[in-house]
């Protein structure tokens, strides 16, 4: 993995208010690698993560995505940063008065000279590339599970073939077997699409199963990155007990059996 | 425009200065014009034409000919696709070769392009062999060719007479069924409403005040307003018409006749309807679609004694209210009107409605106001109990529970006309 920075974020800060959620935080997000972001509730990892989607412009400091400002520029530049990222949001948000296929076929309707058929055809293969299966493609998502809610807000996220995905705690709700199989999902995706990864998750055994990078969240800023054996190693408290509590224990414990 | 000519003149550059200069003659200082990565890439393989050139960001791939067989340029991705799968499309044969090792990018699209590429050569009993593939390129084929769509396709049947017939008894089994439920939701309410007198400790006296300051209080001036509006018009109406027999003083009975007896109440009921019954359909809609109403139930708190009573009898209770206020805002209206345009003074107005008008003309317009307020207030919760679980079902229950109620209550006032007129009342 080179040191290519895809995201760059310094000094941001972020508040509600009298309520400060992030003061002069940093991050890096390189090309390629899937970045977990961990910590306690409140802590502001999905106001983090919309903060870079561009959905909530920070108070202050500094966001470059693919060497660009991202703050400071046109609104087409903007647009285009966009249209390199795709967001999944933590319930799909999935347009409730369109059947699966339409919600995504919805970002390829931006593409010109792209006919409806082939259109219909690359969103039914977004949805099988997400592990649904053909049927689902002509429902409407109040039909579906939550877990196929989460596979369908995903493959409208890919549907443009993002250089970054952003999931919002991808496998919250899920049961065991379907959160395991999207963490596998997850990892697939990334490997064969080469995609860049920022997910933010509670999830132990997803940290363990998809991040090649843990950035854990504490005391409004990021408090340390490193790979899942470095997290074992830290002394802060609250890290301590995140990954040496009887949950983490026990993700551990599978993940090396299974090993 | 400027960007693309740039562009073609010096595709290897990373960046050019160019002095631009308006028409007005005012030059824009340097402007800077970055290429991206992307159109570099493709520059060098293609060179596109004058007619269709590419904004930046604009991506391109070609399929060219090379010996016995084909090589693909440039990029294969979900913006290059719509130019590059005619081309694709015509390429037929026994057995095709394409060398992808000129290919700077490809995506899940591209990939798909070459599958299908692939199945449709097979199934003609041809082949496709992919030569020169970059490794990434290989996984991302494989990938996608593991997840290509396999449409399961229900024929569809065409649609008969008796599958028409069958659509038609089911919307007027379903009409049905909706009165049924509208009288079943009277029945409780009438229900919990007589169960208060034997355990008066459980109503709810807060939410019967909230519910009236709701439903009541904050409909009082859009139904001033629109009566007094209503008596103006009227008395206008009425005076260019009665002018004419010289009968100007008759103004004073159709305003206070027509207000009194049908206007004042059946428009107040309108504009009730349409506030109120669809914020009763919110309400208890977006409770039911966030399980808050199964919530109660488990809790044994009974929904129709806390939703739908505190509701229903505010309605009851300030229908007629807001209709009082219609009648006296309209007969103001209509007073002001005749004064200004006829020069029937006020005090001439009033002697004229006292010894004109029966009182019976105001019982018969107030009969009204419970029956029309049950109605609004029924359709309103029944239309919120019929949310499912998603935001567009609450959209659809609130717009039909005030189409619906708007649409009973102008029913039942005809209804009421058409008795009263046979009781010679």
């Known amino acids: 993995m080179a040191a290519d920075p895809v995201i760059r974020l310094r000094g941001i800060r972020n508040q509600f208010g009298p309520a400060v959620v992030h003061d002069d935080l940093d991050l890096d997000l390189y090309r390629g690698e899937v970045l977990g972001v961990v910590g306690g509730s409140g802590t502001g990892k999905s106001v983090l993560l919309r903060c870079i989607a561009g959905l909530r412009p920070p108070q202050a400091g500094q966001i470059e995505i693919f060497g660009q400002d991202a703050l400071n520029c046109s609104e087409a530049s903007r647009r285009e940063i966009d249209a390199r990222m795709g967001v999944m949001f933590q319930d799909g948000a999935l347009f409730s008065s369109l059947t699966v296929r339409e919600n995504v076929e919805v970002p390829m309707k931006n593409i010109k000279g792209l006919d409806a058929g082939l259109r219909r055809e690359l969103a039914d293969l977004k949805i099988s590339m997400s592990g649904l299966p053909y049927a689902a493609g002509g429902k409407s998502p109040s039909e579906l599970s939550g877990g196929m809610r989460k596979r369908a807000g995903l493959a409208r996220a890919l549907a443009l073939d993002p250089e970054i995905v952003f999931l919002d705690e991808p496998t919250a709700g899920l049961d065991p077997i379907g959160a395991s199989a999207f963490d596998e999902l997850i990892k697939a995706l990334s490997e064969s699409l080469g995609l860049t990864v920022f997910l933010v998750t509670h999830d132990l055994d997803t940290l363990h199963a998809t991040c090649d990078r843990i950035a854990v969240l504490a005391e409004k800023r990021v408090m340390y990155t490193g790979t899942m054996a470095d997290m074992l190693h830290v002394e802060h408290p609250w890290v301590h007990e995140y990954f040496h509590g009887p949950r983490a224990r026990a993700a551990i414990d599978t993940l090396e059996r299974t090993n | 425009m400027i960007r693309a000519m740039a562009y073609l003149a010096a595709p290897q550059m990373n960046a050019l200065r160019v002095n631009l200069t308006l028409a007005t003659g005012n030059p824009i ?77 490809l995506d899940t699209a591209g990939a798909y392009a070459l599958e299908s590429l692939r199945q449709r050569l097979e199934r003609s009993g041809g082949s496709l062999s992919l030569r020169d593939v970059q490794p990434d390129h290989g996984a991302l084929i494989d990938r996608v060719a593991q997840a290509m769509p396999k449409p399961e396709t229900s024929p569809k049947k065409p649609m008969r007479l008796t599958d028409m017939l069958e659509l038609i008894g089911r919307a007027v089994a379903g009409s049905g069924r909706f ?92 504009i009730v309807a349409g506030r109120t019954a669809s914020s009763f359909t919110a309400a208890i809609g977006s409770m039911k679609m966030r399980e808050e109403i199964d919530a109660m139930q488990t809790l044994a708190i009974d929904p129709a004694t ?120």
């Not at chain 2, 570099?40 to 034409?49: E, F, L, Y």
């Not at chain 2, 919990?192 to 409909?219: E, I, N, Y």
């Open chain 2, 29 to 105: 200082p340097y402007t800077e014009i970055r290429f991206p990565e992307d159109i570099r890439n493709v520059s060098s393989t293609a060179t596109p034409d004058a007619s269709d050139m590419q904004l930046p960001g604009a991506e391109q791939g070609h399929l060219v000919q090379r010996g016995d067989g084909w090589s693909l340029q440039g990029n294969c991705t979900i913006r290059a696709l719509p130019a590059l799968k005619p081309a694709l499309d015509r390429l037929a044969g026994q057995n095709i070769t394409l060398s992808l090792s000129e290919l700077s990018r």
């Open chain 2, 179 to 270: 009165l049924l439920e509208l009288h079943a939701m009277l029945g409780l309410f009438l229900a919990r409403l007589f169960s208060f007198l034997r355990h008066p400790g459980q109503f709810r006296l807060t939410a019967l005040v909230h519910h009236c300051d709701q439903v009541g209080w904050k409909a009082v001036p859009i139904v001033a307003l629109m009566s007094f509006l209503i008596g103006v018009v009227l008395a206008f109406q009425g005076a260019v018409q009665l002018r004419q027999f010289g009968a100007e003083i008759f103004v004073v009975d159709l305003i206070a006749i027509s207000i009194l007896r049908e206007l004042g109440i059946l428009l107040t009921a309108i």
């Open chain 2, 306 to 425: 806390v939703l739908f009573v505190p509701r229903i009898l505010a309605l009851l209770i300030t229908l007629p209210i807001l209709g009082l206020i219609a009648n006296v805002s309209g007969l103001f209206g209509g007073a002001m009107m005749a004064w200004i345009e006829l020069g029937i003074s006020p005090g001439m107005f009033l002697t004229r409605l006292l010894e004109d008008t029966s009182p019976r003309h105001v019982l018969v317009g107030f009969v009204k106001a419970p029956v029309f307020a049950l109605i609004i207030g029924i359709i309103g919760c029944h239309a919120g109990m019929g949310v499912g679980g998603n935001a567009e079902s609450l959209g659809r229950q609130t717009s039909s529970a005030v189409v619906r109620s708007i649409f009973a209550v102008i029913v039942a006032a005809a209804l009421f006309s058409v008795f009263f007129a046979l009781m010679d009342i």
